[in-house]
């Protein structure tokens, strides 16, 4: 198996790059550089040749290239689901960016989507017959991901193959080609000399030039169409956590990009639909050139994000409307500025081609627009029911009840604070620290049975993510988590996004909006027996293939579950090219467990 890439493991200054190409060729040795995909007549699958690497608990011990009986074919999910005795069929080498529930082939053939606000950059996922069932396989040449934090600056150019955004964005400083290498020096549309630069002046423009962004109480940002997410990585000195989103558009892979460099993102869009976080989670909403008609459809996008900011709240524009006045861009800041106004939003800023609103805490002005009949009150006041496909509401909510709204504690306290949120859905303080100490445990021995460094882990999933103890436990560790409250599972994403971390419902009934190989650890935690006893087309099998195609190669799969539940994997695992160990581990309830540590095998096809 190759090793990763240590940050000492090569010199990557910008200003030298035959030294950057030394170091490539310093550390060529220690990754697979990728087994070619021919067109043979009868391909097969191989592990890359073994090189020298550190012993873990997972080594190969086999002196010989491993041979698979996996076959290569392009094989759709039938009823019933048959998992055939030489393995799970692998998807041809064109399918390896296969994001089912983001095809455009599938989504060009819809007749009745609402093409002018988007619709068909949501999550539309076929039905089962059309969804594939085979292995999605690695590109060409695909190598170990560079390790962070180099990789927020470096990438594999074979791991993301694609020119466009370099050659349309070159002169905004997104990314550049350097090699072998992907360079990404931290520019943006709209801050082409660093994000750095820009987050100070965002600073300097919600404080009155007397600090920062932090200082101004952000401590998580929702980054829309956030291109490659320069802006999210740029934020994390000052400890600020950003969920960054973009469609799976024009913009070829520019989520692709992000995960790659180890920065939090997904495929979304607003469009149609309520985007999949809870209400009052953000104290920024940031749109740099993010290609969003904010002034259409009675700003309905707006009101959007009204919901996602918490009180006193910023929604940071930049874009030509904010500064140039040519062609049609003073008469959309006409309407930008008369929606905000009738929501009461206050301009604080307009500066060097910025403008930055602040939602209301105090209700009255809006409470006076809506007596007017210039604004609709949303009529429900529903706070548990999860945001998910839920059509978007041309409306805003009160929040009438001040009991209901706790002021938060700062980022590095809120990660045992006892919230608001926890007592709304009956979960005790006591209840809520021995959930924490659990995790703490867990987490402890989880690092002793991989037997990696922790460096080599950066991009984790928690898929079942309850109050979020398993991410507080990972708080020191260099890594960021995806945390997943399923929508049929109590209403736990609020308390997560109020312990600084950040999430997504979802149904794993259905693909996630990721590309494959965007994961270094999946965390199961009894995810399987959630969803045991829904219908035929809501499987073990559909799942674990769903696992396989976000996770990378020689990523981890942790799952903790009922004991026939665990058989049944233990059995399937191999099929899927997954390697098993099995723990011991004490439960919550002081009961042990069985526990399984997977681990994807590094395959090629031949």
């Known amino acids: 198996m190759g090793r990763w890439w240590s940050p000492a493991s090569a010199a990557v200054e910008p200003r030298s790059v035959q ?3 030394l170091g490539v060729a310093l550390v060529a040795a220690s990754f697979y550089a990728g087994t070619l995909f021919g067109s043979s007549a009868s391909p097969a699958l191989v592990l890359p040749p073994s090189r020298p690497r550190s012993p873990d608990s997972f080594s190969a011990k086999v002196a010989d290239v491993p041979m698979f009986t996996n076959r290569v074919s392009r094989k759709y999910r039938a ?22 529930c983001h095809d455009a082939a599938y989504i060009r053939s819809l007749k009745n989507l609402d093409r002018s606000r988007h619709e068909d950059l949501e999550s539309i996922c076929p039905p089962r017959e059309k969804r594939l069932f085979c292995l999605v396989p690695p590109p060409n040449d695909y190598k170990i991901p560079i390790r962070w934090p180099t990789s927020r600056d470096y990438v594999w150019r074979s791991n993301v193959n694609h020119s466009h955004l370099a050659e349309v964005k070159g002169g905004q400083n997104w990314v550049h080609e350097k090699g072998k290498l992907w360079w990404f020096p931290g520019g943006g549309t709209h801050f082409k000399h660093g994000a750095s630069e820009y987050i100070e002046r965002l600073g300097n423009m919600t404080t009155n030039s007397t600090g920062d962004l932090r200082s101004a109480g952000v401590v998580q940002v929702l980054d829309v169409g956030c291109g490659v997410a320069s802006f999210s990585a740029y934020l994390l000195p000052l400890d600020i956590q950003t ?11 520019q989520i692709q990009f992000a995960l790659e460099r180890g920065i939090g993102a997904m495929i979304s869009v607003l469009a149609t639909k309520q985007l999949p976080y809870p209400e009052s989670s953000f104290e920024m909403v940031h749109c740099s050139r993010c290609r969003v008609d904010w002034h259409e459809n009675d700003g309905i996008l707006l009101k959007e994000v009204d919901r996602l900011l918490r009180p006193n709240g910023y929604f940071v524009y930049s874009a030509p409307p904010a500064y140039r006045k040519d062609k049609d861009f003073p008469v959309i800041w006409e309407k930008l500025v008369n929606i905000t106004t009738t929501m009461c939003w206050k301009l604080i800023a307009k500066h060097v081609q910025t403008a930055i609103w602040v939602k209301p805490e105090d209700e009255s002005c809006r409470q006076k627009k809506a007596d007017m009949k210039l604004l609709n009150i949303c009529e429900s006041n529903d706070n548990v029911s999860p945001s998910w496909k839920i059509p978007l509401m041309n409306c805003v909510k009160l929040n009438k009840d001040k009991s209901n709204i706790q002021k938060l ?21 006591e209840r809520f620290e021995k959930n924490n100490q659990f995790w703490k445990n867990q987490v402890h021995k989880y690092w002793s049975f991989l037997g990696v460094e922790k460096t080599s882990i950066r991009n984790v999933m928690d898929m079942n993510a309850n109050y979020g103890g398993f991410a507080a436990a990972l708080s020191s560790d260099p890594v960021w988590i995806m945390n997943i409250v399923p929508h049929t599972m109590p209403n736990t994403l609020p308390v997560i996004y109020d312990r600084g971390f950040l999430g997504s419902y979802h149904d794993w009934c259905e693909p996630f909006s990721t590309y494959p190989r965007s994961y270094d650890l999946l965390h199961a935690f009894h995810l399987f027996s959630h969803y045991k006893g829904r219908k035929e087309d809501c499987l073990l099998e559909d799942i674990m293939l769903e696992m396989d195609r976000i996770i990378r190669p020689q990523g981890f799969v942790i799952i903790r579950d009922e004991n026939h539940t665990l058989s049944r994997i233990i059995d399937l695992a191999p099929k899927f090219l997954w390697d098993v160990t099995v723990h011991m581990l004490e439960n919550e309830e002081s009961r042990t467990d069985q526990v399984l540590f997977c681990r994807k095998k590094f395959w090629a096809i031949v």
């Open 79 to 100: 009823k019933p689901v048959a998992v055939p005795d030489h393995g799970v069929d692998v998807c041809p080498l064109e399918y390896n960016e296969y994001v089912p």
């Open 243 to 253: 969920m960054s989103f973009a469609p799976k558009d024009g913009h070829e892979n």
């Open 19 to 21: 030294l950057l190409l």
């Open 409 to 429: 504690p700062s980022r590095s306290d809120r990660l045992s604070f006892y919230f608001k949120s926890l007592e709304m859905i009956g979960v005790a303080p």
